[in-house]
């Protein structure tokens, strides 16, 4: 989105499309999936799990970690990354609350 447009939603409204649009692959809910299965991941492991390229599992994981869902270590060689705990329950707790705010309950909308 253009930054004009952008402007006309909140902070949070933003906050929680960016996160949103860093899950909306298949590839990287694998993932989280996968991380979430372990404690933590080295990088070529997940070409192992998920049928792409290294380079392309490289970019899923930097869409990733930019908004925060992940966090990486280098030790030598590899890279370790797993679920940032904080910012996982924070994007819990947005979405949660969008959800709860949800007041329907019957069968149709329209």
Same mark, same amino acid.
């Given at each position: 989105?253009?930054? &004009? +447009?952008?402007?006309?939603?909140?902070? /949070?409204?933003?906050? %929680? $499309? /960016?996160?949103?649009?860093?899950?909306?692959?298949? $590839?990287?809910? $694998?993932?989280?999936?996968? %991380?979430? =299965?372990?404690?933590?991941?080295?990088?070529?492991?997940?070409?192992? /799990?998920?049928?792409? =390229?290294?380079?392309? #599992?490289?970019?899923?994981? +930097? $869409? %990733?970690?930019? #908004?925060? %869902?992940?966090?990486?270590?280098? /030790?030598? &060689?590899?890279?370790?990354?797993?679920?940032?705990?904080?910012?996982?329950?924070? #994007?819990?707790?947005?979405?949660?609350?969008?959800?709860?705010?949800? +007041?329907?309950?019957?069968?149709?909308?329209?």
């Amino acid at each position: 989105m253009g930054v &004009t +447009k952008t402007d006309i939603y909140s902070d /949070e409204q933003n906050k %929680l $499309a /960016e996160i949103c649009k860093a899950i909306g692959h298949p $590839a990287r809910v $694998a993932i989280l999936q996968q %991380l979430l =299965s372990t404690d933590c991941c080295i990088c070529r492991d997940f070409t192992d /799990e998920i049928p792409l =390229s290294q380079p392309t #599992v490289s970019k899923h994981l +930097k $869409a %990733l970690k930019e #908004v925060g %869902l992940i966090s990486g270590t280098i /030790e030598g &060689t590899s890279v370790s990354y797993c679920i940032n705990a904080a910012r996982w329950r924070e #994007v819990q707790t947005m979405i949660n609350q969008m959800f709860n705010t949800f +007041k329907g309950g019957g069968s149709g909308c329209c």
